[in-house]
C-alpha cells in the first residue's frame, strides 16, 4: 500500500509537467508508463501500456475548452492496478483507459476553480499587492494533490473487489481485445498522418 502512495504522489508530481510546468514530455505516457513500471518492479508491463495509452490517446486534441483524456492518469492507474490488484495486463490497461477518460471531468472541474481565482488575483494587483507566487503554489498543489489522490483512490477501489471476486472468463475476453490494441493505435496513427501529408 505504501508502494501505491508514493506511486499514486510521484504521477501527481509528473502532472505538473502536463501544462503548468516545464512542459517536457515527462508526463506523456510513453514516458511515465515505463518510469512508473519500474518504480512498481514491471518496467516491461509498464513500457507497453505506455506505449499503448500514447497511441490510444494521441489522436484527442485540446481544442477550446475541450478537455481530451488523460494520457498520465490512464497509464499510472494501469500499472498501480496491474502490481497493486494483481490484475492481468491487458484489463489493467482498459481500467488506465476509463480511468483517464474520467479524469478529463475532473480536470475540466479544477481549470473551472482556478479560473474563479481570476477576480480575486485581479483585485490583489489593482490593490498593489503583489501576491502571484502564493497563487501559482496553490494551483500546483492543487493539481498535484488532486491528481495523486484520484489515482491512489481509483486504483484502491479496484483492489478491493479483486480481494474477493476473480473473474477468469473476463480475463480471457481482455487478453484478446489488448492483442488487438496495437493494430488499433497505429491505424489511427496511419489516418493522421495520412491527413498530414494531404494537406500539403
Known amino acids: 500500500m505504501l508502494n501505491a502512495l508514493i506511486t499514486s504522489l510521484f504521477?501527481?508530481?509528473?502532472?505538473?509537467?502536463?501544462?503548468?510546468v516545464g512542459q517536457c514530455l515527462l508526463s506523456r505516457p510513453a514516458f511515465a508508463g515505463p518510469l512508473l513500471g519500474w518504480l512498481n518492479g514491471c518496467p516491461l508491463e509498464g513500457a507497453r501500456i505506455g506505449l499503448l495509452t500514447?497511441?490510444?490517446?494521441?489522436?484527442?486534441i485540446p481544442i477550446g475548452?475541450?478537455?481530451?483524456?488523460n494520457g498520465l492518469v490512464a497509464a499510472?492507474?494501469?500499472?498501480?492496478?496491474?502490481?497493486?490488484?494483481?490484475?492481468?495486463?491487458?484489463?489493467?490497461?482498459?481500467?488506465?483507459?476509463?480511468?483517464?477518460f474520467l479524469y478529463s471531468d475532473v480536470e475540466y472541474r479544477l481549470r473551472a476553480a482556478r479560473s474563479r481565482w481570476n477576480a480575486k488575483i485581479?483585485?490583489?494587483?489593482?490593490?498593489?499587492?503583489?501576491?502571484?507566487?502564493?497563487?501559482?503554489?496553490?494551483?500546483?498543489?492543487?493539481?498535484?494533490s488532486v491528481?495523486?489522490?484520484?489515482?491512489?483512490?481509483?486504483?484502491?477501489?479496484?483492489?478491493?473487489?479483486?480481494v474477493f471476486i476473480r473473474l477468469s472468463g473476463?480475463?480471457?475476453a481482455m487478453d484478446f481485445a489488448y492483442s488487438l490494441m496495437p493494430w488499433l493505435g497505429l491505424s489511427g496513427l496511419y489516418f493522421r498522418f495520412r491527413t498530414q501529408v494531404y494537406k500539403k
Not at 54 to 60: A, V
Not at 65 to 69: D, H, L, R, S, T
Not at 151 to 159: N, R, T
Open 11 to 20: 504521477a501527481g508530481l509528473l502532472q505538473l509537467d502536463n501544462v503548468q
Open 170 to 172: 473476463l480475463y480471457t
Open 65 to 69: 475548452g475541450v478537455v481530451p483524456p
Open 54 to 60: 500514447e497511441l490510444i490517446y494521441m489522436d484527442f
Open 147 to 162: 491528481t495523486g489522490a484520484y489515482i491512489f483512490v481509483f486504483s484502491a477501489l479496484v483492489f478491493i473487489p479483486t
Open 122 to 144: 485581479e483585485a490583489e494587483v489593482t490593490a498593489g499587492v503583489i501576491n502571484i507566487e502564493r497563487w501559482l503554489a496553490g494551483s500546483l498543489l492543487m493539481e498535484s
Open 76 to 100: 499510472a492507474t494501469a500499472v498501480l492496478v496491474r502490481t497493486w490488484a494483481g490484475l492481468p495486463e491487458s484489463l489493467a490497461f482498459f481500467i488506465g483507459i476509463f480511468a483517464g
